[in-house]
């Protein structure tokens, strides 16, 4: 069994990590992999980047899961891939369509101007309905595996804490400051009327309506907000489960050692820990110096050669110096290196022989 079939036995792997290091590549070479060893398989991106949709050869980005044709790589039977790229406007509405206890509600919502810039602006709203997404794809039960590619670090980290700031939303005493019911509020118990004459009287004054707009906008929300924190409470179960894996991917750099420190020290505060660690891009073995001392060549040739072991020999000695703070840093997680293919990848079969690199650290 290879490396990435170990990794990929799982039913959820959550690829996060610095930017720059290759983590698209390989969330996609994970997915792909595990498709083609008979598996289903979907991968979805929440990068705004279109990098993974470009490597998988879509000319589309769809917005719902998209067939990546495998017929030419000879997928084991049952094996298909299919990806998708997050599109936070549309799920916000999908939700709003599917959970809003009355069609006037349903229409209340999605026509009110607040509701408009919130569900395009806000990163926040995408980091949530990415969390929102992924649900839904584990709901539908039609997948063996889902891969999921988050942004670079920082976004990462607010992707992973976004349904705990869902639920601290709905605990806060805002929902009553801007006007939810008492039965609502419950427990809240808190209606700050001095912040209230305060919005009233910015109201009075710029003639935006804002404070009476964003109170119709929170009341349209009634009967929904229990709703919203099952979901956020279920997202944060999933990806604790023993069938997700956090693959934490990187590169043996001073810089990128130094973010993924960062990155582990983040995810430990949100009460997370990696399952594997994957060092992208690691050199190849050299050859035997000897065999090229050996060799039947011109005298010039030979020393030039011997000059390029020698330069590739100290990288790799520089490269070996950072992969030990990298086992130090997640000590106990297994950490696996892909080599460097020695140009960058851009289509299925490079892919393929990305994820057949993967191997254990030794």
């Known amino acids: 069994m290879s490396a990435a ?52 050869g879509l000319q589309v980005r769809p917005a719902r899961p998209h067939d990546i044709p495998l017929a030419a790589l000879h997928p084991r039977r049952g094996g298909r891939l299919r990806a998708l790229r997050l599109d936070p406007k549309r799920m916000f509405d999908r939700l709003i369509e599917h959970y809003a206890p009355s069609a006037a509600a349903r229409d209340a919502i999605l026509g009110n101007r607040i509701y408009r810039g ?4 806000l990163a926040g709203v995408a980091d949530y309905m990415a969390a929102e997404q ?14 999921l590619d988050t942004p670079p670090a920082r976004g990462a980290i607010e992707f992973l804490d976004a349904p705990g700031r869902m639920l601290d939303l709905l605990s806060s005493p805002a929902l ?11 427990s809240l118990r ?11 009287a910015f109201d009075r004054l710029t003639g935006l309506r804002l404070l009476s707009d964003v109170q119709a906008f929170v009341r349209s929300f009634e009967g929904m907000y229990e709703g919203f924190a099952q979901r956020a409470a279920q ?3 999933m990806i604790r489960e023993p069938t997700c894996t956090l693959v934490l991917i990187t590169s043996a750099e001073q810089q990128r050692v130094e973010q993924t420190r960062d990155f582990v020290s983040s995810l430990k ?4 820990r990696p399952g594997a660690l994957i060092v992208n891009r690691v050199m190849k073995p050299l050859p035997d110096l000897e065999e090229i001392r050996r060799a039947r060549l011109p005298a010039p040739l030979k020393r030039k050669l011997e000059r390029n072991f020698a330069d590739f020999s100290a990288l790799r000695a520089r490269e070996g110096a950072w992969l030990q703070p990298l086992r130090e840093l997640i000590d106990g997680v297994p950490m696996l290196m892909a080599t460097d293919l020695g140009d960058e990848p851009d289509n299925l079969k490079d892919l393929v022989r990305i994820a057949r690199s993967l191997r254990v650290a030794d």
């Open 5 to 56: 079939s170990d990794l990929t036995a799982q039913r959820l792997i959550i690829c996060v990590g610095p930017g720059g290091v290759g983590k698209t590549t390989i969330a996609a070479a994970l997915a792909l992999e595990a498709a083609l060893s008979g598996r289903a398989v979907d991968v979805m991106t929440i990068d705004p980047s279109p990098r993974l949709l470009d490597i998988l």
């Open 118 to 121: 919130l569900s395009r602006a």
């Open 134 to 147: 992924l649900l839904d794809l584990r709901r539908e039960a039609t997948s063996d595996l889902i891969v």
């Open 176 to 186: 009553a400051l801007l006007g939810v019911s008492r039965q609502m509020a419950g």
């Open 190 to 200: 808190i209606f700050d009327f001095a912040a209230r004459a305060v919005l009233a």
């Open 235 to 237: 997202v944060q179960a």
């Open 269 to 272: 505060r949100l009460g997370l």
